[in-house]
């Protein structure tokens, strides 16, 4: 387990070091000036050295990418152009948005699509399995950002039930365990877990239907064993598989959306960078590449939960047949 672990987190290293690079070229390459937010607009060209020197874009790309990466080392990503504030704090409170935003919506993805697949698969060829299956056909289709305007225009233009935007009735960092701030989740939360419901749906009805046509099942039928007793076998051998989809999924999810929290201007990075974008806010653009490692990490961990139990199965110990 531990030489698994460290191969994965061997290959976070050139998947960091290539994102950082090409997110540092990207941004450089992006028309506009980052200056352009604090200077005035008549202000003198000597003025506009100085600031260029103070912040550093007078230097070789090199220089600032090599300089960018050991501070950020540090654990300092520098000082916002727009606002002052450290980039880190802006980071750290976005973040947090986007955590609870993630979680919420892998909670109701993954419940919704592992509800969904196993009814798909019990049910196979059904009228429960094609309307699983549409449903989870539509999931996966349909823009998310479409989805959430279409949800913002009938919940919260049409009927008035939900907000529109806004990240809680205290703003940003005005998080709380209450029914106001929930109703701010809903809509952003729903509309996240689409994709991952529809991804889930479709690979557990796949398992369940596979292992069901299996031989070990019909064999335990014919012997007579319960229903509810064959599809805890069912659950068993597709678990493995469906974690590790979920896992990947999760990464995804805690990675943010910049679409969807644009769409709802729910306080995420994704909204973070999508505004640090469009001023050319360069310390703040550079900052979120961080959720590729969000991603990465959350894999290698979700990996390492899922290869216990395979590997159990793989040797012939699984405590359901015992």
């Not at 000597?46 to 090199?62: E, N, S």
Request: hydrophobic share 50%; aromatic share 10%.
């Amino acid at each position: 387990m531990l030489l698994y672990a460290l191969k994965r987190l061997l290959h976070v290293i050139p998947v960091t070091i290539g994102v950082s690079i090409v997110c540092f070229m990207l941004i450089h390459i992006a028309p506009g000036d980052p200056l352009a937010a604090i200077l005035p607009s008549d202000a003198s060209a000597d003025m506009q050295a100085q600031m260029r020197t103070f912040y550093g874009l007078d230097r070789p790309l090199p220089v600032q990418y090599a300089l960018w990466v050991w501070h950020a080392l540090q654990g300092d990503l520098g000082t916002s152009i727009a606002t002052g504030r450290p980039v880190l704090a802006d980071i750290i409170d976005a973040s947090i948005n986007s955590i609870i935003l993630a979680l919420t919506a892998a909670v109701l993805g993954f419940l919704g699509g592992a509800t969904l697949g196993f009814l798909a698969g019990v049910f196979r060829g059904g009228w429960i399995d094609r309307l699983s299956s549409g449903i989870s056909m539509m999931g996966v289709s349909v823009p998310h950002y479409w989805l959430g305007m279409v949800l913002v225009i009938t919940f919260s233009v049409t009927l008035g039930w939900l907000p529109a935007m806004g990240g809680g009735p205290g703003g940003s960092s005005g998080r709380s365990f209450s029914w106001e701030y929930f109703q701010y989740l809903i809509l952003p939360a729903v509309t996240m877990s689409v994709i991952p419901m529809g991804i889930i749906a479709r690979t557990i009805r796949s398992l369940v239907a596979d292992i069901l046509a299996q031989d070990f099942t019909q064999a335990l039928a014919a012997k007579g064993l319960m229903r509810g007793r064959i599809l805890r076998h069912v659950v068993r051998n597709a678990a493995p598989t469906a974690l590790s989809v979920m896992g990947l999924q999760l990464g995804y999810l805690l990675g943010g959306s910049i679409l969807i929290e644009t769409v709802f201007s729910w306080p995420g990075t994704g909204f973070l960078l999508n505004g640090a974008i469009f001023t050319a806010i360069y310390p703040s653009c550079k900052a979120p590449s961080s959720c590729s490692r969000c991603f990465s990490f959350s894999s290698i961990s979700w990996s390492m939960c899922c290869r216990a139990p395979s590997t159990l199965a793989s040797r012939g110990t699984d405590p359901w047949l015992s």
